[in-house]
């Protein structure tokens, strides 16, 4: 298990495909509509080697209550903005398009957090602050003190992709089974 | 004639039943989990499906939601023959919704499809979703579901002659979706009827016991999970826990099909109203 601390650095171009890691330190929530102002209007944090969390959380005023990942393959379009800004991380689930596996080369790695976990994630997780509440629960971005998050890195800085490797096994099984 | 009280029961079932299902999977639910957990060979899927376990016991200890998104409330009601449908009954639905979502707390998820508007409580032109069936008993029924698995979800209006492709059908649907849906997944799958009845038959179908499966079930989720998508789209051999088919006669050229993807927090409570 290798530990990671915020700001990240070159220490994410060491990481490989399917290595479990854990992060602690400051990571930034962002869904689709917050990718979509931080692209009208600037990022409102520090890029330089920071953390986005695909993530819509459940707040009740000052308290976390729960914060699990949400699909990040929705944010394909939107992501390449912040690598290019120094974002050195994203977390999420399900992984990304191909796209972004080429914008995180030699820059950055998609660190997944086992879907629907958000008890276990909010466990080890503070609230800190907020930007874009306006937005809504779900779609504000959430500023996020994490404590040890359990990860495993899905896609690597070196164009290793374990969610392709996986749907291209699939693709092979299904065409095999039903003799296409 | 409105009756307040029995709005009022209505709500606080609703509020019950949405609240159970958000902290607490059913025991078929978390028993077939385990024995998923307990048969995987793959080393970063057997973790995946243990930190679900620990993500299980860890929302039930702290009483908070198993995953930050709660759903929308999908609800099944039945209703005895001495209890007639009236405003009443969806106004304490809708008012146990609301107060579910401050309460336990839910996230608003409800929004305008247009303006993308949140309403804040759950509740919205058409939501919650409520399917009214006659029964012995006043009950209500709650499945919150996710975006995740509901995005990937997929109906086909099949040809006659394509019996034997439902499986492929199936499996497709999963090949399609991969990590997305937030697998293992339940795959409630709808047969028959006409296009709107195959969809509403699929959701039902997540209803059924998911800790057995008829031939014909395991067949289909044999045929997902040689995929080896696995938790999380990572790999493993876990992809499906359950398949569940519900049918409906249909006319003699028409094969509807629907897939409705559920996440592996098959989220649902009934609750008695006390009246």
Not at chain 1, 135 to 152: K, S
Not at chain 2, 10 to 25: G, K, W
Request: net charge negative; with cysteine.
């Amino acid at each position: 298990m290798i530990d990671l601390t915020t700001p990240l650095g070159d220490e994410v171009l060491d990481l490989r495909a399917g290595d479990r890691v854990t992060l602690s330190g400051t990571v930034c929530t962002a869904r689709d509509e917050a990718h979509l102002r931080m692209i009208e209007e600037g990022i409102p944090f520090d890029p330089e080697g920071a953390v986005i969390y695909h993530c819509g959380p459940v707040v009740q005023g000052d308290r976390l209550v729960v914060a699990g990942p949400t699909t990040s393959a929705r944010m394909n379009a939107l992501t390449g903005f912040l690598i290019d800004a120094g974002v050195r991380a994203l977390i999420g689930k399900g992984g990304m398009g191909p796209g972004v596996v080429e914008q995180l080369r030699e820059r950055g790695v998609y660190l997944a957090l086992t879907g629907g976990c958000a008890a276990l994630a909010a466990a080890r997780m503070e609230l800190h602050g907020v930007y874009f509440e306006d937005l809504g629960m779900a779609e504000a971005i959430w500023v996020i003190e994490a404590d040890h998050l359990p990860l495993t890195v899905g896609i690597d800085a070196h164009g290793v992709d374990l969610f392709e490797a996986v749907r291209k096994k699939a693709k092979t099984q299904f065409y095999q089974r039903f003799n296409i | 004639m409105v009756n307040p009280a029995l709005s009022g029961a209505l709500a606080d079932a609703t509020e019950r039943a949405l609240a159970e299902a958000a902290i607490r999977l059913p025991a078929d639910v978390l028993a077939t989990l385990r024995r998923a957990a307990a048969a995987e060979s793959d080393e970063i899927a057997r973790s995946e499906l243990a930190t679900i376990l620990k993500n299980i016991a860890l929302a039930e200890e702290r009483q908070v939601p198993i995953c930050q998104d709660t759903g929308v409330p999908v609800v099944y009601l039945t209703l005895p023959p001495d209890v007639p449908l009236t405003p009443a009954i969806y106004d304490g639905i809708r008012e146990g919704v609301r107060r579910a979502t401050a309460r336990i707390p839910l996230r608003p998820n409800v929004v305008d499809p247009i303006t993308r508007k949140n309403t804040g409580n759950n509740t919205g032109v058409g939501m919650p979703a409520i399917h009214v069936t006659a029964g012995d008993r006043l009950t209500v029924t709650v499945l919150p579901k996710g975006a995740g698995s509901e995005n990937t979800s997929r109906i086909g209006m099949l040809l006659p002659s394509q019996v034997a492709e439902i499986p492929r059908f199936v499996a497709e649907t999963m090949l399609i979706a991969g990590g997305r849906p937030c697998p293992p997944v339940f795959l409630g799958v709808g047969i028959g009827g006409t296009f709107d009845m195959a969809a509403a038959l699929a959701k039902e179908a997540l209803l059924l016991p998911v800790d057995t499966m008829d031939e014909y079930e395991q067949e289909i989720c044999d045929a997902v999970n040689a995929l080896g998508i696995g938790p999380m789209g990572l790999g493993g051999d876990t992809t499906a826990l359950a398949v569940k088919v519900k049918r409906a006669d249909c006319h003699t050229a028409s094969l509807p099909v629907a897939v409705n993807v559920q996440c592996w927090a098959c989220r649902r409570a009934t609750v008695e109203v006390e009246r």
